[in-house]
């Protein structure tokens, strides 16, 4: 892989280049016409009632236990990455009294719901996977499959003793703040009323499945499901494929997300026909998945995950730095990207220096857009898989077997031009004024992310004085450092929200974590009883973080629909709602300052 080198970006500010930007610009923005719709986020129904059977949990049974009326000191709310790795990094500061409260069977977040067929992370594993150095584990491959990261997780859950006192297939249903005795009241579908003194809510952001609200959908009589509850029992086979339940199967994906991506090879593999139901492509680049070498295993000194992290993170940043420790398609887009950015050597403009981003993403998209025609074999199935946007309008993917899926003669693309599933009758989904009859239909259709706190979270949360978080919140979040929020005394939030973004998730997590427990420790050290953000402390730092936001109107307008722009409306709170526009080492670097001066500035302690 090579460094765009000052003399490629001459090259293209030159217009030596084998395309015409006018004309993908226009295209651009003609494919974005064609998806853009008036009911944007509303498109979606929310999973519950008639719909609630596609959350629930077909992994675990749930164990019948007495309710809980009891007082722990610390609440976690969430057993994904984000609560295991505060249940870690508190227990390592010495806090037995934990107790983590997790919707699913068992711990391990979005790991523990998303087993669907080829599930892998897309972030290197030597990177994604935390507390590989505190566990002693080295992950099978570049890229870790599904069943090996839920492995992960529960050994760090087991590690740390977190399923001591832990509350599994339970969810909570309420929180509030009790001023006369100053615990939270933590209350729970399992009739739980607990105490606690303090509570961190790590609910992960993309936690509630959604479905698209097609004409007809609830009179589908055939089998249904959404890939983050995968029925293993109808498909058969495992997370490794080989789902022999679908070969006299007529099956439907609906959806061409990352999700999609992973699983249609499986899907294509098995089933007698798959029917891929296509509204936007996704980018697929390159994944080169491969085996972990022992040899390099064994050679690494200690320290080293942490420095790959931090390089990788350095790197995806937009750092100017010579090394390159992971090598991958995420270092490689976003040091290209930012070789342009940093482009000095004609002193260019902020405008100029914007053109040759726009030159290097549409130079990366053409590649994407040749590695369709090189792979896939039938012209016209091949055009409709090409992506016509800016790369990072949607999330990237990387993977090898799903382009070739669509050579399979079992395997049919329906392109829908960008208009989707038009209807679902009792047998069949119609799409493009054709009715497709099928045995199973499975939903890749993602998470709600535009939607209220309360509703992805499952529950509202009480502060002093009876006010609610979700009103609190109703015109923009109203954080201090994205991890406490004035009227919410001891209560910690694990979000990447006026806080730190990173590609890689649990880094930023792992970062707040470590604060948090320092936190917890320094008020047991002091006999704090209560912190609370102060009120002039968050509003400065919600003005900062609307000063600093990189988010740009025109950018997100132009882009295709999709999560990331609010589904074609760009958010005017988006400013607000951003994380911090200094980036996740700026941020890390300010909160280490921030620890290290030892006063809890801007938190009201007593
Ligand atoms: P997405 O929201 O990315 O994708 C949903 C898909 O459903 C889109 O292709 C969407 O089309 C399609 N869709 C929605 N409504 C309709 C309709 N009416 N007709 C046809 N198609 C429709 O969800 P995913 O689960 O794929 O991914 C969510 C996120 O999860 C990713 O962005 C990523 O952050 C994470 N993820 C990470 C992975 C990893 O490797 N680490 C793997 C999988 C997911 P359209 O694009 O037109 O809206």
Redesign the pocket.
Known sequence: MKEATAADVAKLALGDINFDPDALRAKYLEERDK?LRDDANE??IEVEGDFSNYVDDPYEAKVEREPLNDTVEIVIIGGGFGGLLLGGRLREAGFDDIRVIEKGGDFGG?WYW?RYPG?????ESYC?LPMLEELDYIPKHK?SFAPEIMAHTQNIAKHYGLYDNACLSTEVTDLAWDESEQYWIVTTNRGDRMRARYVAMANGP?NRP?L???PGISDYKGHTFH??RWDYDYTGGSSEGGLTGLADKRVAV?????????CIPHVGEAAEALFV????P?SIDVRDNRATDPDWAASLPQGWQRDRMENFNALTSGRVIEEDLVMDGWTEIIRNLISMANYRGKNLSGEEVARLMELADFEKMEQIRARVDAIVEDPSTAEALKPYYRQFC??P?FHDTYLPTFNRSNVKLVD?E????TAITATSVI?NGEEYPVDCII?????E?GTGFSRRAGYDVEGKDGVRLSQKWSDGIQTLHGLHSHGFPNLLIMSNAQSAFTTNFPHAMDENARHMAYLLDTCRDRSIKQFEADLDAEQAWVQEIIGLSRFSEAFQSEC????YNN?GQPNPLSKQNASYGKGPIAFFDRMRAWREQGELTGLNCR
Do not use: H, W
Not at 119 to 123: G, H, R, S, T
Not at 254 to 262: C, F
């Open positions: 998806r498109q979606y979005t998303n599930a892998m992370c897309d972030v994604y890229y993309l959604k698209p609200g097609i890939t983050s609906i959806g061409t997300g990352a999700t999609a991506v992973q139901f296509q509204r936007t996704s949607k999330r993917c829908t960008g208009k989707g599933v799409a939903f890749a259709t993602g998470f992310v295709t629909p999709g999560y589904e």
